[in-house]
């Protein structure tokens, strides 16, 4: 509603609910990484130019992101997650918007609002060093420097070290890449490459500086982006063996270290030659297609000591003997469908990409590689004695425990798949995955989501009672959702029709609601008089929050078209701030303005637009 002051006292003052253009939340609200992510808009495509000079570490004039964008708000501003470089100018459908630092935001302002469901494309230009991010459990991603470049993996967090994005596994888009370098040197990124290459699977080179062009026409999250650069053996082949999804021969892009020993480079190209049969080995047993085009071994003496799954590109940082194991190659193809086609809604899912590449780890290695049983892989997590017991799968205690310690998140959620399995059967568990295959590609899934359609496929294909769904709906709280070592197991799941764990639940859904009651208005202002004029309106507060704060924008000035008081509006606020979930609370706001007998006064209305947020930190 508006507060005005003369004639008229109908005007609506606007608050977040009401406003046509508002600030999109800079956050997404995830538990574990509540600073990544951004609200307001649904990022599609993001096409990134990189002009790289690789012995300064340096992204050169021209770099820049084009994001096409489509507004789920009215948009009065909008963020991105980006903590490198200068940023030079930011233009939205052409049109320049200003832009500021915030964190690890570049927060952008347009010229014009931005209509709710438009269709947008932000440009943001940028030089200067791409970045390595340190995760809380002390790792490194982003743009890892290697003495050749950049090694690029970004899991959970390090994208933002060099392109500017929607930072957070729930906002999947399509990709181009454009990586100008020295002709020397190789860069590999997600999809496939498009344009002329010559015999060596290379686009041409001029002036000596040769283009990677990229495209991957399959959504993917930004922590499984990647644009690594270095000096590498280079190889593209086609599989004679594996197909995409297409129906294709699989491609597939291998970059091996130029500086590993010859010894680590033949270990490395032997596990490069298997990648197309472990392809071909799951997409057989799913009965389902590789879910994208091709694939491709990266591997560096990065000194991270772990491996990534980036969409079809899996990432190696090892100087070890064997820098590419054949165990850990498997494990990370089976996250092409389990974590990149399929992925988390949030990071609290990150037992289902972790879980389900361990369990296929199990399984390929006992098939192919002459590993033990995924049964005794069962039997040695269970008797682990671990206190790693403690931690909860799908609720790890912060994000410094994502990976750290990897008990709970790999071989304790592997083995309750495992578990499943021995539970429902084989046919059961294997249409089960193929249902998640068939349900959730290309999107993400949530841990109700997953359980929900494992009881279903339990029902419809083991024929399990509603008594033993009920089981497993304890088999799951127990597994993921539950401290402590679980105690049903497939060894005692149908010893008894008795089952504990009955709980009666609420579901609270999270709520901020704000509503400002009646208009408020000034008694007529009276020219030549000295008075303070008071009006009043109450605010009420609903949070299921851990805290709240009510605020208001700045009052500014009353104005009558071109005529504006000389004095300020003032706001007080009965209450602002509130540590624990509230109902109904009633907010005295008092509007107060002072005239004084000089003021000029221009006949007609003044009036104000305020907006009034209600605010949390503690969702």
């Given at each position: 509603m508006a507060i005005v002051g003369g004639l008229l006292a109908s005007l609506a003052l606007s608050t977040p609910a009401l406003a046509q253009f508002s600030p999109g939340s800079r956050s997404l609200g995830d538990r574990l990484l509540p600073a990544l992510g951004n609200g307001g808009y649904d990022a599609q495509h993001y096409d990134v130019t990189l002009n790289y000079d690789p012995v300064n570490?340096?992204?050169?004039?021209?770099?820049q992101t084009v994001i096409t964008m489509k507004a789920t708000q009215g948009l009065s501003e909008f963020s991105l997650d980006l903590r490198a470089y200068t940023?030079?100018?930011?233009?939205?459908?052409?049109?320049a918007a200003t832009t500021s630092r915030v964190d690890d935001?570049?927060?952008?302002?347009?010229?014009?609002?931005?209509?709710?469901?438009?269709?947008?494309?932000?440009?943001?230009?940028?030089?200067?060093?791409?970045?390595?991010?340190?995760?809380?459990?002390n790792s490194t991603e982003g743009w890892a420097r290697i003495p050749t470049g950049g090694f690029v993996v970004n899991e959970p967090m390090g994208a933002m070290g060099w392109f500017p994005s929607n930072n957070h596994p729930a906002d999947k888009a399509t990709y181009d890449y454009h990586v100008t370098i020295p002709e020397d040197y190789i860069s590999i990124a997600n999809g496939e490459l498009t344009g002329a290459l010559d015999a060596?699977?290379?686009?041409?080179?001029?002036?000596?500086?040769?283009?990677?062009?990229?495209?991957?026409?399959?959504?993917?999250?930004?922590?499984?982006?990647?644009?690594?650069?270095?000096?590498?053996?280079?190889?593209?082949?086609?599989?004679p063996l594996a197909i995409g999804k297409s129906?294709?021969?699989?491609?597939?892009?291998?970059?091996?270290?130029?500086?590993?020993?010859?010894?680590?480079?033949?270990?490395?190209?032997?596990?490069?030659?298997?990648?197309?049969?472990?392809?071909?080995?799951?997409?057989?047993?799913?009965q389902r297609p590789y879910p994208f085009e091709s694939?491709?071994?990266?591997?560096?003496?990065?000194?991270?000591?772990?491996?990534?799954?980036?969409?079809?590109?899996?990432?190696?940082?090892?100087?070890?003997?064997?820098?590419?194991?054949?165990?850990?190659?498997?494990?990370?193809?089976?996250?092409?469908?389990?974590?990149?086609?399929?992925?988390?809604?949030?990071?609290?899912?990150?037992w289902f990409n972790e879980g389900w590449a361990t369990w296929w780890n199990w399984y390929w290695s006992n098939k192919e590689n002459g590993g033990i049983t995924t049964q005794q892989q069962f039997a040695n997590v269970y008797a682990n004695a671990t206190p790693n017991w403690q931690y909860i799968p799908a609720a790890l205690p912060?994000?410094?425990?994502?990976?750290?310690?990897?008990?709970?998140?790999?071989?304790?959620?592997?083995?309750?798949l495992e578990g499943y399995r021995q539970i429902v059967g084989e046919p059961a568990f294997w249409a089960f995955q193929r249902a998640l295959i068939d349900e959730f590609s290309y999107s993400t899934i949530t841990t109700d989501a997953f359980i929900e359609l494992a009881k279903r496929i339990a029902r419809d294909r083991g024929g399990f009672d509603a008594t033993n769904l009920r089981k497993l709906d304890v088999y799951f709280t127990q597994w993921l959702r539950t401290a402590g070592k679980p105690s049903l197991t497939p060894a005692n799941f149908f010893l008894s029709s008795t089952f504990p764990g009955n709980e009666v639940t609420g579901t609270v859904p999270a709520t901020l609601s704000l509503t400002l009651n009646g208009t408020p208005s000034f008694n007529t202002f009276v020219p030549g008089v000295t008075r303070e004029y008071t009006t009043s309106t109450m605010a009420n507060v609903i949070s299921t929050a851990g805290n709240a704060t009510l605020s208001v924008s700045a009052p500014g000035h009353l104005s009558n078209g071109a005529f504006t008081l000389?004095?300020?509006?003032?706001?007080?606020?009965?209450?602002?701030?509130?540590?624990?979930?509230?109902?109904?609370?009633?907010?005295?706001?008092?509007?107060?303005?002072?005239?004084?007998?000089?003021?000029?006064?221009?006949?007609?209305?003044?009036?104000?637009?305020?907006t009034f947020t209600l605010s949390t930190t503690a969702p």
């Open positions: 570490n340096a992204m050169l004039p021209g770099s940023v030079s100018e930011v233009t939205i459908d052409g049109a935001k570049l927060v952008v302002t347009p010229a014009a609002g931005i209509a709710n469901g438009r269709v947008f494309q932000t440009i943001v230009k940028f030089a200067g060093a791409p970045l390595e991010v340190i995760d809380p459990d060596t699977g290379k686009p041409a080179a001029a002036n000596g500086l040769r283009t990677w062009n990229w495209s991957l026409d399959y959504p993917m999250a930004t922590y499984l982006t990647t644009a690594t650069v270095g000096k590498f053996d280079y190889t593209k082949w086609n599989s129906g294709a021969p699989l491609e597939l892009y291998d970059a091996i270290e130029s500086t590993y020993s010859p010894e680590q480079k033949t270990a490395a190209n032997t596990g490069t030659q298997r990648q197309d049969d472990i392809i071909k080995f799951m997409a057989d047993a799913l694939h491709g071994v990266v591997a560096a003496d990065a000194q991270l000591d772990y491996a990534l799954e980036s969409q079809t590109k899996s990432h190696f940082s090892s100087s070890q003997p064997n820098p590419v194991p054949h165990g850990t190659l498997a494990h990370e193809i089976a996250h092409q469908w389990f974590g990149d086609s399929i992925g988390p809604r949030t990071w609290d899912e990150l912060g994000p410094e425990n994502m990976f750290v310690p990897s008990f709970p998140t790999y071989n304790r959620s592997a083995a309750m000389p004095e300020p509006l003032r706001v007080e606020l009965e209450k602002t701030s509130w540590d624990g979930p509230v109902s109904n609370d009633e907010v005295d706001v008092t509007f107060k303005q002072l005239i004084k007998e000089t003021d000029p006064l221009r006949t007609g209305t003044y009036s104000k637009t305020l």
